[in-house]
């Protein structure tokens, strides 16, 4: 059972540059969440998807779009790469919006460096 | 907006001793669950424990228990018989109960927890 799958694991872009991050999760879970997490901050929501259809802004939209494919995938696109989106990317699901207690399952990040 | 603080950005511990972390957060919801994630170098966020805010029993999960002070806006992490494994980042996150919590996380900035053998 593989969880959460986020591709690619690492990417340097440069200015300007547009790219999409992959997010797949195979728990049949409906919520899924894109984060940032910057050196000595914890993770910030960017935005969500409380279930498949429908997407919402988070903390910190700005520069980011998102996509939800299907139930099973979430994307997040740059379309056009800024330094200051330089990162560390986290992809998380839950089982459900109308259970708030079950905890969120994350994926292993994307490391994105915009040079 | 909800906000979690943790106010001890580096914590040291002998191996086998206890040790807790501390985290207050900021609502005006009554309704409400918290979180502590741990986050390895390995990157993996790595759920903890968690607690409903309508509980007035501390969650404890083998050697992790927490003491919530509702009143008080306060969760703190115990962690007992401290091994070389517990070497992490922690987080403590909130997540209100509004709209069936469809929303994300809101994060702490975390505490980086250091084992000494």
């Known amino acids: 059972n593989a969880g959460v799958t986020q591709t690619p694991k690492f990417q340097v872009l440069k200015t300007g540059q547009s790219m999409t991050l992959q997010c797949a999760q195979d728990?049949?879970?409906?919520?899924m969440y894109w984060y940032r997490q910057d050196p000595g901050m914890g993770l910030r929501l960017i935005y969500y998807?409380?279930?498949?259809?429908?997407?919402d802004k988070g903390e910190v939209p700005n520069g980011y779009n998102v996509s939800r494919l299907n139930k099973r995938e979430f994307s997040l696109r740059l379309e056009s790469a800024a330094p200051s989106q330089t990162s560390v990317y986290f992809c998380?699901?839950?089982?459900?919006?109308?259970?708030?207690?079950?905890?969120?399952?994350f994926g292993d990040g994307t490391r994105l460096s915009i040079l | 907006a909800q906000t979690v603080t943790q106010s001890q950005p580096e914590m040291s511990v002998q191996e086998a001793e206890t040790v807790t972390l501390s985290c207050t957060y900021d609502?005006?919801?009554?309704?409400?669950?918290l979180f502590w994630y741990k986050q390895p170098p390995s990157r993996q966020m790595i759920l903890v424990i968690r607690?409903?805010?309508?509980?007035?029993q501390n969650a404890t999960e083998n050697r992790f228990s927490v003491n919530f002070q509702k009143a008080a806006k306060s969760f703190s992490l115990k962690i007992s018989d401290s091994q070389l494994g517990d070497a992490a980042m922690y987080f403590c996150?909130?997540?209100?109960?509004?709209?069936?919590?469809?929303?994300?996380?809101?994060f702490g900035k975390g505490t980086h927890l250091i084992i000494q053998p």
């Open positions: 728990m049949n879970h409906n919520s």
């Open positions: 998807s409380a279930s498949e259809g429908t997407t």
């Open positions: 996150a909130y997540r209100s109960a509004l709209g069936g919590g469809a929303d994300g996380l809101t």
């Open positions: 607690q409903e805010a309508y509980k007035q």
């Open positions: 998380a699901s839950s089982e459900s919006w109308t259970r708030s207690n079950q905890p969120q399952h």
């Open positions: 609502t005006s919801e009554s309704d409400y669950y």
